[in-house]
């Protein structure tokens, strides 16, 4: 958590430049090939050293480890003694083989070395451990102990070395101590610095190795290297040592040294708020939170929770940026959401409670209506379990099942307008478009994807819809996605107006052109001059008018009424009409050549009847929007109603009776609308004409059918069915597959288009291969398994559940699976 907001504040901050107290000397692949490839003879390291000295580098480091001495060339070795004797301000490094510390800051185990040959380390003025340690890379380690011996690392020698200081150790904090004062260095217990990194290699003073080497003599004066630590290092793939920063995938481990050497010269090193701010820090987050979550509005409390969040991010970065100080952000954050959940959890427990009260009645009246329900249910198992064990049963017995089963199917439509239809979610806008409201599974998406499609070309766009369906909306989300969006967008309804009108209010008219133009209007064509004109309904015009509509068409221009001079606009035109256009042309009302220019971009939208889960969402919005308290939602028989109705004004009628019924709810006091809310024709069109009850697997059966068979036919006859469980509807059908396999004499194709009903293939293969599933699932199991079933014994699982009517046919088809397959 610490790293992930540190790793934030670097992201947001961006890289930095290193010092220029650092230059970075890097052997690369180019400078390895000029110089007789790897490895480098040692006469070349000396050779800068000299180089370097001459210069007046402060302190000349190399991170190579000089652990083997030069078996080719060992005079080479010790020339390179030499310079380093002289030079007297060489940092070598050397490695730990394991380096793995435990909380006093001991290296675990004992740890093997790399270290300089021997004549090396004794003409370096020091030499420092080059281990980074564990994968945390925000703390990098500069001390370490082992058996009572105290080793520091390679960055920070070079960083006492540059500053002529001596070690000195209190407690959490190194010291360096010089001729004008001590410098503190906060560590952790295992002994690391918060490492305040600066950027890339493209973010460090650097130079080849081979250009240093061709400086010397004759370019001195075009290096600045006097008072600098000069870094020398591999960085040619495969030979160097990469780490991850904030800032690159791939940084070589010495600028990492190189980082914690410049924080240790600078004073730039990250550091830990102090407590007691901390513990401020943290008060004031959470009473802050506390404070917010006492507003009576949740959204405006959830609004100003995260403004407080933010701004507690804001601070901590501030904090980071201007005093290298980490405020950490995890305890502040999680009090505040603490309180705040806490507190808004009460207050609505509270308002649960006031609530309570209310439903009691309901409540009470819900439960007797249950407990008929279960006494009826019970009755009519017993009824069942009686005609089953019959061979032959008399009519009268049938007609007496049909009669409960019918009073049940009130009862439950009794018991369903008493419970509150559970919307699937909140109302809510499609993404991109935050004025439409549809499901994700709704054909409007289509139609959206569409919309996003045309809305970056200026082709004409012409909508067709049922009356609505929301041809208008549609149109605006067009020009709002536009490169036209922030232009106007004018629209006019043309079967609203008669010829003459239509006219002067399209295309403006002059002083005095008729009766009543006492000066000189623009039309709608001029005003939408750069943006978009919405002609709805342009199928109500004349063919005089489609004919000079169609001019403006094709060249953009066109004459006021009772004027002479031409006007010219850039308009981008998106027409929309409820009739079959072809049609109209065929009956020469409408004009071939202005359809194919309005036709640039057909959308056709799909009417209300065809999008069934956005009639939840719609209505939601509908309620929330206009808060018609004590009105909470809907019942679920009443929802039953909404979605099996056609809905012949679409939308608009949709928030009309949504509306009205939600009136009628609000003064009987009710938080629910039932079914008693609801206009005739809803009513009516879901009415049950005496002595056409169907059982429920004939309602299954007949609503699966309306839905052709679909993914989503089971959910949705589930839900249309009084959201009944999805297994039982899946049951029913699979009993439904195995009677008509029966009848039919296990013959699929005539099976599959008996159950379908339908002369469309594609629904009678979708049946068929439910029915092949179904088979493919009973041939493991035996005729036993299915004697078994009858008899009430214990069952495999994929027989729990069947209803008890369908297991002679049960047993009839896995008799045919057994001897089909021997």
């Given at each position: ?9 670097f992201?947001?901050?961006g890289?930095r ?20 490839g790897?490895?480098?003879t040692?006469?070349?390291?000396g050779?800068?050293t ?5 210069l007046d580098?402060?302190?000349?480091a190399?991170n ?8 080719r ?8 003694v030499?310079?380093f ?9 050397f490695?730990?083989?394991?380096f793995?510390?435990t ?6 185990d ?17 030499t ?11 703390k ?6 082992f058996?009572?011996?105290t ?6 020698e070079l ?10 150790t ?25 490492v ?6 493209n973010?460090?003073q ?20 006097a008072g ?8 040619s793939?495969?030979i ?16 990492l ?38 507003s ?10 995260a403004i ?12 980071f940026l201007?005093?290298k100080?980490?405020l950490?952000?995890f ?6 959401l ?8 009460f207050?609505?427990r509270k ?7 209310l439903?009691?009645l ?8 249950e407990?008929?329900?279960?006494k ?6 017993q009824?069942e379990?009686k ?11 049938r007609?007496e ?7 049940l199917?009130?009862?439950e439509?009794q ?5 509150q239809?559970?919307?699937?979610k ?11 409201i ?13 919309v ?16 609505g ?11 709002q ?12 309804n043309c ?5 003459t009108?239509l006219e002067?209010?399209l295309f403006?008219?002059e ?13 709608r ?6 943006g ?10 004349t063919?005089?008018?489609q004919?000079?509509l ?5 060249e ?7 004027g ?50 956005d009639?939840d969402?719609?209505t939601?919005h ?10 909470e ?10 979605r099996s109705?056609r ?9 009309n ?27 009516e069109?879901?009415?049950e ?19 052709e ?5 089971i959910?949705?006859?589930a839900?249309?069915l009084?959201?009944?469980?999805r ?11 195995f ?34 599933q ?14 078994n ?12 559940g ?9 047993i ?5 699976i ?5």
């Open positions: 958590m610490e790293n992930a907001q540190l790793n934030s504040h992201n947001l901050r890289p430049p290193l010092s220029e107290k650092i230059l970075f000397v890097h052997i690369g692949s180019e400078d390895i090939q000029a110089l007789g790897w490895p480098i040692h006469d070349y390291y050779y800068a000299h180089i370097l000295q001459k580098a402060k302190v000349i190399f190579l480890l000089f652990n083997a001495p030069d078996t060339f060992p005079e080479h070795d010790k020339s390179i030499q310079f004797q002289k030079a007297g301000n060489v940092v070598l490094p490695s730990f083989f394991t793995e510390e909380d006093d800051n001991e290296i675990k004992a740890p093997e070395t790399l270290l300089p040959i021997p004549d090396f380390k004794t003409s370096a003025v020091a420092g451990f080059s281990n980074i340690g564990n994968a945390d890379i925000f990098i380690p500069v001390r370490a102990t058996k009572n011996v080793f520091y690392s390679f960055g920070f960083a006492r070395h540059f500053l002529n200081a001596s070690i000195k209190s407690g959490s904090e190194l010291r360096l101590t010089r001729q004008n004062g001590e410098r503190a260095i906060p560590i952790d217990t295992f002994g690391r610095i918060r305040n990194h600066f950027g890339d290699e973010n460090v650097e130079i080849g190795f081979v250009d240093l080497l061709q400086a010397f003599p004759d370019s001195l004066n075009s290096l600045d290297v600098k630590i000069v870094l020398i290092d591999v960085t793939p495969g160097a040592a990469l780490l991850q920063t904030p800032y690159s995938q791939g940084l070589p481990s010495s600028l040294h190189a980082t914690v050497a410049e924080n240790i010269i600078e004073q730039s090193f990250l550091r830990e708020a102090p407590v007691v701010a901390s513990a401020l820090f943290l008060f004031l987050a959470a009473l802050i939170a506390f404070v917010i979550a006492g009576k509005s949740k959204k405006v409390a959830v609004i100003l929770l407080h969040l933010l701004a507690l991010v804001l601070l901590s970065h501030i904090v201007n005093f100080t980490t950490w952000l305890y502040p954050i999680f009090s505040s603490g309180l705040f959940s806490t507190r808004r959890f207050a609505k308002e649960k409670q006031q609530r309570e009260s439903q009691e309901l409540k009470s009246e819900v439960e007797r209506k407990q008929e329900l279960a009826a249910k019970g009755e009519l198992g009824l379990d005609i089953l064990a019959e061979a032959a049963f008399s009519s009268q017995l007609q099942a049909n009669e409960r089963k019918k009073n199917h009130e009862l439509k018991i369903n307008d008493l419970r239809y559970p919307f699937n909140a109302p809510q806008a499609a993404p991109e478009f935050p004025e439409i549809c499901a994700e599974d709704s054909p409007l998406r289509q139609v959206l994807a569409l996003a499609t045309v809305a970056t070309d200026d082709i004409p766009v012409l909508i067709t819809g049922e009356t369906t929301g041809k208008e909306l549609i149109a605006k989300a067009v020009h996605k536009s490169l036209r969006g922030k232009k106007p967008f004018v629209a006019l079967g609203s107006l008669s010829e009108l002067s209010e403006g008219h002083k005095g052109s008729f009766t009543g133009a006492i000066s000189r209007r623009k039309g064509f001029e005003l939408a001059d750069g978009v004109i919405f002609l709805d309904e342009i199928s109500e015009t063919p005089a008018f004919a000079r169609l001019r403006i068409l094709q953009g221009v066109f004459e006021r009424v009772g002479e001079r031409p006007v010219s606009v850039d308009v981008r035109v998106i027409a929309a009409c409820n009739q079959n256009l072809r049609e109209a042309i065929a009956n020469n009302t409408f004009r071939e050549d202005l359809f194919y220019r309005l036709n640039g971009f057909p959308i056709a939208l799909p009417p209300l009847y065809e999008r069934k889960n009639i969402l719609l939601a509908f309620l929330s929007r206009n808060k018609y308290k004590p009105v939602g809907f019942s679920e028989q009443a929802m039953i109603l909404f109705y809905w012949p004004g679409n939308i608009r009628e949709l928030e009776v949504t509306r009205r019924a939600a009136l009628l709810a609000q003064n009987d006091m009710k938080k629910l609308i039932q079914v008693k809310h609801l206009p005739a024709e809803l009513k069109n879901h009415s004409p005496e002595g056409s009850f169907q059982t429920l697997e004939q309602q299954i059966l007949l609503s699966l059918r309306k839905l068979f679909s993914r989503s036919a959910g949705e006859t839900r249309m009084g959201n009944k469980d297994g039982t509807i899946t049951e029913y059908f699979r009993g439904i597959c009677q008509n396999l029966v009848e039919t004499e296990f013959n699929l194709e005539v099976a599959a288009q008996k159950i379908a009903d339908s002369n469309k293939p594609a629904i009678i293969e979708r049946v068929q291969a439910k029915l092949t179904y088979l493919e699932n009973l041939k493991p199991l035996s005729l036993e398994n299915a004697i079933v009858a008899s009430g014994a214990e069952t495999p699982p994929q027989l729990k069947l209803p008890k009517k369908f297991h002679p046919d049960l009839r088809v896995i008799d045919f057994q001897k089909k397959h021997g």
